[in-house]
């Protein structure tokens, strides 16, 4: 059985699960919940970076990057790939997986930033990020048309476990204002039961 490190407020590993129970694979991994930010030997000795989520495979091959996880998992099953193998889909969708990770990279760079004495944290570096993740929201409520009616794939996955993120982390800024097509595509995807099952918790 596979064995993957983890932690239940990751949405990188949010991304993974949800995908896992997407191609009915989640069943066949060992989840290890561990933390990462107190670089727990047991995850280090796997992944030097100490960084979630970390795939064991059945070969004891060891991956790491939710990217990188999910493309192995998608090469496992026979049913339709949830990576599109080619063509406009293929890089839309991973276009797509690029922007989520980009807001949670910049979401992930302010939850942090918060965490510090009030004294270190940095208004300019707060509102750089801030303005990226503004952007990065406004253009998927813009070109909604272009990406909402694709077929299941990992880019969809990584939008809708990225918004989640944003509600659990950063929920005093509400990323819904202004953006009603963005709020009703979410709205409609989080019913899957992947979403449902997967909701982050501390």
Same mark, same amino acid.
């Given at each position: 059985?596979?064995?993957?490190?983890?932690?239940?407020?990751?949405?990188?590993?949010?991304?993974?699960?949800?995908?896992?129970?997407?191609?009915?694979?989640?069943?066949?991994?060992?989840?290890?919940?561990?933390?990462?930010?107190?670089?727990?030997?047991?995850?280090?000795?796997?992944?030097?970076?100490?960084?979630?989520?970390?795939?064991?495979?059945?070969?004891?091959?060891?991956?790491?990057?939710?990217?990188?996880?999910?493309?192995?998992?998608?090469?496992? /099953?026979?049913?339709?790939?949830?990576?599109?193998?080619?063509?406009?889909? /293929?890089?839309?969708?991973?276009?797509?997986?690029?922007?989520?990770?980009?807001?949670?990279?910049?979401?992930?760079?302010?939850?942090?930033?918060?965490?510090?004495?009030?004294?270190?944290?940095?208004?300019?570096?707060?509102?750089?990020?801030?303005?990226?993740?503004?952007?990065?929201?406004?253009?998927?409520?813009?070109?909604?048309?272009?990406?909402?009616?694709?077929?299941?794939?990992?880019?969809?996955?990584?939008?809708?476990?990225?918004?989640?993120?944003?509600?659990?982390?950063?929920?005093?800024?509400?990323?819904?204002?202004?953006?009603?097509?963005?709020?009703?595509?979410?709205?409609?995807?989080?019913?899957?039961?992947?979403?449902?099952?997967?909701?982050?918790?501390?």
């Amino acid at each position: 059985m596979m064995k993957l490190y983890y932690s239940s407020t990751s949405p990188f590993v949010r991304k993974v699960n949800v995908f896992a129970a997407e191609v009915g694979l989640d069943t066949q991994i060992e989840w290890v919940k561990t933390n990462p930010w107190q670089a727990e030997e047991l995850l280090t000795a796997e992944n030097p970076l100490s960084k979630i989520p970390t795939l064991i495979t059945d070969d004891g091959m060891i991956l790491y990057d939710s990217s990188v996880i999910c493309e192995y998992l998608d090469s496992l /099953h026979g049913g339709k790939k949830l990576i599109p193998p080619e063509g406009d889909t /293929h890089w839309k969708a991973l276009s797509l997986q690029a922007l989520g990770d980009g807001i949670l990279e910049s979401g992930i760079a302010r939850f942090l930033e918060r965490k510090r004495d009030m004294a270190l944290q940095s208004k300019d570096w707060d509102s750089l990020q801030k303005k990226s993740i503004e952007r990065a929201l406004d253009y998927l409520e813009s070109s909604i048309s272009e990406w909402s009616e694709m077929e299941l794939n990992i880019g969809l996955i990584c939008i809708a476990c990225t918004l989640g993120w944003l509600d659990f982390r950063l929920a005093d800024e509400d990323w819904r204002e202004k953006r009603p097509a963005l709020t009703s595509w979410f709205e409609q995807f989080s019913t899957r039961s992947s979403m449902k099952n997967t909701q982050p918790k501390e």
